[in-house]
């Protein structure tokens, strides 16, 4: 849990990513792999959000902070489990997964998952790590078993019955760190000096100028998926 925690103060770039999927977010959100919150607290304002994850310590603090919210659903649950599609009685209009897919062995059947708890017409928000030549060794330290690109997440998202409405990368400048650190010095966590610097004085910037040219390569790759 101590990379939640340390992205926990990455309020600049939860800011910058919260602002990037907008224009696509519903009132009734299913978030897959909640964590500790640190995206929900951004969602409270929305009619309904249901915020999921499979470890139970995620979920007791997600509960002690933000468990005042009378717009909030906590649960234990996870992704890979078949048992999601019994929140289908919640009609989501949306599903946002962000930093998760990498997380499971079949990305697929999670992908089936969050297709079946979609209402008709519903949009899925993904984020995911981009590019496999970037997995390194803080990668492996968190559990990730791919990172992706447009190639290989696009055919997945289509299988899984979605309709491919935008994908788009986002922080190419972060690419840079994460080479240093992942390929060239093997660190295995992430260092909270890095991310606080960069949140202040890097993520501002870096949003300002993607916004005026959408960049052809990032660390991370958005995708926006409708059901049928």
Not at 205 to 220: N, T
């Amino acid at each position: 849990m101590s990379d939640l925690e340390i992205m926990s103060n990455a309020n600049n770039y939860s800011g910058w990513i919260y602002r990037r999927i907008l224009p696509f977010i519903g009132q009734r959100i299913l978030e897959v792999g909640a964590g500790i919150g640190n995206f929900t607290r951004l969602l409270l304002n929305r009619e309904l959000i249901v915020a999921v994850d499979k470890h139970p310590a995620c979920v007791d603090y997600l509960k002690a902070r933000l468990g005042n919210s009378r717009t909030l659903v906590p649960m234990e649950l996870d992704i890979s489990d078949p048992a999601v599609c019994e929140l289908s009685p919640y009609e989501f209009d949306t599903v946002i997964c962000l930093n998760v897919l990498e997380h499971v062995e079949d990305d697929l059947s999670a992908l089936a998952h969050m297709y079946s708890v979609l209402r008709a017409g519903g949009i899925l928000i993904l984020l995911v790590p981009a590019f496999q030549f970037l997995y390194g060794s803080v990668d492996r330290s968190l559990g990730h078993y791919r990172r992706y690109n447009r190639k290989s997440l696009i055919p997945k998202v289509r299988q899984a019955g979605f309709e491919v409405e935008r994908v788009f990368y986002m922080n190419m400048i972060g690419m840079a760190g994460w080479l240093l650190n992942n390929r060239i010095l093997g660190w295995r966590e992430e260092s909270a000096r890095q991310i606080g610097f960069f949140d202040r004085f890097v993520a501002p910037w870096a949003e300002s100028l993607e916004r005026l040219i959408q960049p052809p390569v990032g660390l991370s790759l958005i995708s926006v998926c409708r059901k049928k």
